[in-house]
């Protein structure tokens, strides 16, 4: 008796999975699907299962496909096919129209793209300039004995004291804010579509963003009613009682090892002991062998080859997380994950839904068999098609707090990535992309705490010249580190980056007697430049709630 786990069985599976019918526009998606996931090791063992599954006495040729099927379920196998259909289901940009160009499907206003396209030849310009002015080659393969070093010290690099003197962050947050101040849409009448008071703030596009009314629709669970972890008091339920029956079913979510429901469950925040196995699961990543295999790889490429990459990774860690009193206890950590992350080129993936594109350079080719000479040859660069900038290596370093393991931090990492986090450095008009999030800001400011926002235009202390690089990282560096995690708990409860421009904007609700009284840019970051204590939740939950509108 044989089986054949085929193209028409998987995509059966998946549609069970989705439980859609084949006639509705998500079936594009699963043809998508069924393509991205056929080849991957997920797919091979489904088929090895199946296989294994026939010679089991309870399977019956007359019920061959339900006995097959209800053996999978039984063993955890359709769960695993569930929970990787909804991470594709999250990645996958919605289907376009038909006739529409890929170009499109990254990005679909014009003005985006070339805004876009600009800022990645300024910041491949300055990559390319230090290389000639320093005199060091993009990449170059390290000698012996410099990569023997390299494997003996892999665990302490931060014992390391390079000199990075000469070298320089690519940019910093602030150049990139100048590119979105600078963003117009040479198509759109202003008269018709632009407010007054939309001409007070930076951003000068027009795009659909929430107002607070629509956000309470969305966000229900940060209602006032409902319990929260990260808040004391404020609501019907007792935070001990919440807090208590909240771990039980977190632990059932769990074991149940379902994305979905990790997904729901971290809306009202995740117990500090579940964290790590929660967002592992709504990201679907796994502790399969090949995981670990992977990084061994990006370990070998690192210590067989050095970027000129590495300098600015080893630059930007001193520059931030080394001078963190939370963070700079992982500088080791920093380096291995960052050092991959420059050469998987599976992160470029991810390009398929950004509006960026990988930055190539060219490396001189030199034939030897037969042919002479060489030839130049462009390549994308670095491996994984991204440029880090000041402040990159504070996406890892939360992630730090979760994970111990190199490859676990890794995955987690590169999933955060490619799903949130490079949407804070890339010019598009996607709804968590930095664009939206800064004219959400404004708009809440202006909305909400017009005199607030005037007052500060007028000293010439712009709101979002301050909120910016709380922001573009996410909060990261600027929070206690719990606060953060509680907040992060959100964007991947509600998959959506949104929660931290509404945070940005009730941080300076709570400060806003204060700042009411300030004369100058300086005194306004003054009274800012300190968020260690606040308490995420409350802030949240009261801009959002308490708010008339």
């Known amino acids: ?9 998987f995509r059966h599976r998946i549609k069970s999975v989705i439980m859609i019918d084949e006639s509705t526009e998500l079936s594009v998606s699963i043809t998508q699907i069924v393509q991205r996931l056929k080849g991957t090791h997920l797919h091979s063992q489904l088929e090895k299962q199946a296989k294994e599954c026939m010679h089991k006495p309870e399977i019956k040729l007359e019920t061959l496909k339900d006995d097959v099927r209800r053996l999978l379920k039984a063993s955890g196998w359709e769960r695993k096919l569930q929970n990787a259909v909804y991470r594709e289901l999250h990645i996958l940009p919605p289907p376009g129209h038909p006739r529409a160009p890929p170009e ?9 793209r070339k805004a876009q396209v600009s800022w990645e030849k300024r910041i491949l310009k300055s990559l390319n300039s230090m290389c000639t002015e320093l005199g060091i080659p993009l990449a170059r393969k390290r000698p012996v004995s410099e990569q023997k070093e390299l494997t003996n010290k892999w665990n302490e690099m931060g014992t390391d004291e390079p000199d990075l003197s000469k070298f320089r962050p690519v940019y910093a947050p602030k150049d990139f804010l100048e590119v979105l101040i600078g963003l117009r849409n040479l198509n759109n009448d202003r008269s018709e579509d632009l407010t007054v008071r939309s001409n007070w703030g930076l951003i000068q596009v027009s ?22 972890l990260g808040i004391d008091d404020h609501t019907h339920v007792p935070p001990d009682l919440f807090e208590s029956e909240h771990i039980l079913i977190g632990k059932k979510v769990v074991s149940e090892q379902d994305s979905a429901a990790a997904q729901q469950y971290s809306r009202q925040g995740c117990p500090t002991g579940l964290r790590a196995q929660l967002w592992t699961l709504i990201l679907n990543t796994t502790d399969d062998p090949e995981v670990i295999t992977h990084y061994e790889q990006l370990k ?10 590495d300098n600015l990774i080893y630059k930007d860690v001193k520059l931030t997380a080394s001078n963190d009193d939370y963070y700079f206890v992982f500088e080791d950590y920093l380096y291995q994950v ?9 992160v470029l993936e991810h390009f398929n839904y950004n509006s960026a594109t990988p930055p190539k350079s060219y490396v001189q080719i030199v034939f030897f068999s037969g042919k002479s000479g060489s030839e130049q040859c462009a390549v994308v660069y670095p491996p994984n098609g991204v440029i880090p900038f000041h402040g990159f290596s504070m996406y890892v370093a939360p992630l730090c707090f979760l994970y111990n393991e190199p490859s676990k931090l890794y995955s987690v990492f590169r999933e955060m990535y490619i799903r949130y986090f490079f949407r804070l450095h890339s010019i598009s008009s996607h709804p968590s992309g930095i664009v939206s999030l800064c004219l959400q800001f404004e708009r809440l400011l202006q909305t909400h705490l017009p005199q607030l926002f005037y ?15 709380w922001i573009v990282r996410a909060f990261s560096g600027y ?3 719990d606060q953060l995690l509680l907040l992060w708990d959100r964007i991947l409860g509600y998959g959506s980056l949104e929660i931290v421009a509404v945070l940005a904007a009730a941080v300076f609700a709570f400060r806003a007697e204060n700042l009411m009284e300030v004369t100058s840019l300086a005194s306004a970051e003054a009274v800012l430049a300190d968020l260690s204590t606040l308490k995420v939740m409350p802030l949240l939950q009261i801009f959002l709630f308490a708010t008339s509108v």
């Open 1 to 9: 008796m044989k089986i054949c786990w085929g193209q028409k069985s």
């Open 104 to 112: 499109h499907t990254k990005e679909p206003l014009a003005y985006m």
């Open 207 to 228: 795009l659909n963003v929430r107002d607070i009314p629509q956000m309470r629709e969305t966000y229900p669970e940060l209602g006032l009613t409902y319990g929260q």
């Open 300 to 309: 070998a490429r690192v210590i067989h080859h050095g970027l000129l990459v």
């Open 338 to 346: 960052l050092l991959c992350f420059s050469r998987d080129t599976a």
């Open 455 to 469: 007052h500060l235009r007028e000293i010439g202390a712009q709101p979002l010249r301050i909120a910016f690089k």
């Open 479 to 481: 929070l206690s580190t």
